[in-house]
């Protein structure tokens, strides 16, 4: 159907299926299908004025609703909107909703597609500037991002911030990329201009790196359980980044900043090709495999766009957020098949002995599986001395820890 007007509701009907089909497709702005939603859209507006004579709702009186109908908090909206500080914008009218945002909206809480569609303004969009003299300058010097002398500090941050992101875009670029939905696992508030040069820092490092072309499908979960037995190697970690980036996966390993918590990242160059970064925060063979597989399972299962990266701290818990619990719950499988887990001695009786013996069954590393038992018993007092610590970071010698 290639419709100029709607004529009846035959035709309401198929525009809306259509509309709603589009949405689940989650199309890149620019794309035929980006621009097709923008004209149904308009054409289901149109017609629901001129059929109906209502007021449709406007997509934020229709998600205050939908707050106040299923005793929702602002919080409750992260998982769909991205941000603690995006919810508070897009409630406040001060950000457009984005077409991520429309499909998890539509998809989660309910809220039919013709209304929002509706065009949405922001009501201010001053507030959208971003401030350069808030980026961490001095400690991205201090890590050797780029080079600064103390006069071009004192004298403001544009040039050097022009400087930094230069290999990606430029400034020109700072405003679309920081409209990027980071989709947050974090139980502390981030600094979020050093969450942006983190990210930043880890796109700049994989654009540097020439890699074959990603085959989408490639991960899946034997992808992954052959990931999960590079564990058993002591160089496994450098060997893994190698595997990956064969399949065209770009590995990063970056410190995190001060004020972002993180432990990995997993996001889509605008070429679709995957990138994951990870800090090492927790030196320990158990944190690095199971970050490394949680980012994978949101290459996997989740990225769908460029315009949104998920971000994760994983000492917290997934929260609301069923990409997150997704994500956790195919990792732990991956690793440890939860119809051997709770049948498995090393689950009952925790000892070394079993842990080792369930290791080999697995072909993964047995501090894995200390980290398993750790991580359950929420006690991480327990088998200190079998997660690996101190083994991770000297890996990467390239990289200054201090």
């Known amino acids: 159907m290639d419709p100029r007007i709607i004529k009846n509701s035959s035709d309401y009907k198929k525009v809306t299926e259509e509309a709603e089909s589009l949405i689940a497709l989650d199309p890149d702005s620019g794309t035929d299908e980006a621009e097709r939603l923008a004209l149904l859209a308009l054409l289901i507006e149109k017609y629901e004025l001129e059929k109906f004579n209502i007021e449709i709702p406007n997509p934020l009186k229709a998600i205050k609703f939908r707050m106040d109908e299923q005793n929702l908090r602002q919080r409750d909206l992260i998982p769909f909107i991205g941000s603690k500080s995006k919810v508070s914008e897009v409630l406040a ?26 065009e949405t303004q922001p009501e201010n969009k001053n507030d959208e500037s971003i401030s350069l003299d808030k980026f961490p300058l ?11 002398s103390a006069n071009e500090l004192q004298s403001g941050g544009k040039e050097l911030i022009e400087r930094f992101f230069a290999p990606i875009g430029g400034i020109r670029f700072l405003p679309q ?53 590079f564990s058993l190697v002591d160089q496994g970690p450098i060997e893994v980044r190698k595997y990956l980036e064969e399949h065209g996966i770009c590995l990063i390993i970056e410190p995190h900043l001060p004020r972002t918590h993180l432990d990995g990242l997993a996001l889509l160059t605008q070429e679709k090709r995957p990138v994951i970064g990870l800090t090492i925060r927790h030196d320990r063979i158990d944190n690095f495999w199971f970050s490394l597989m949680h980012e994978l399972v949101h290459v996997c299962k989740h990225l769908k766009s460029f315009d949104e990266a998920f971000v994760d701290n994983l000492d917290m818990e997934p929260g609301k957020d ?5 994500a956790d719950k195919i990792a732990s499988e991956v690793f440890i098949p939860r119809s051997l887990w709770r049948r498995s001695d090393a689950y009952r009786q925790r000892t070394p002995d079993a842990i080792q013996e369930l290791a080999l069954r697995l072909r993964i590393h047995p501090a894995i599986i200390a980290g398993r038992i750790r991580h359950d018993a929420r006690n991480y007092y327990i088998l200190g001395q079998m997660v690996g610590k101190g083994k991770i970071r000297k890996l990467f010698s390239e990289i200054d820890w201090s």
């Open 177 to 229: 990329f920081c409209r990027r939905t980071l989709i947050e696992r974090s139980g502390k508030s981030m600094d979020r201009y050093a969450l942006w040069a983190w990210t930043a820092r880890i796109l700049i490092k994989a654009k540097s790196i020439k890699l074959p072309a990603y085959k989408i499908g490639t991960v899946d979960k034997e992808f992954m359980a052959r990931v999960a037995q």
């Open 93 to 118: 009218g001060k950000r457009p909703l984005t077409v991520t945002m429309l499909r998890a909206l539509h998809e989660g809480l309910g809220i039919p597609a013709e209304v929002l569609l509706q």
């Open 322 to 326: 069923p990409r997150e619990r997704e």
């Open 138 to 148: 001095k400690e991205m010097i201090k890590r050797g991002w780029f080079e600064a």
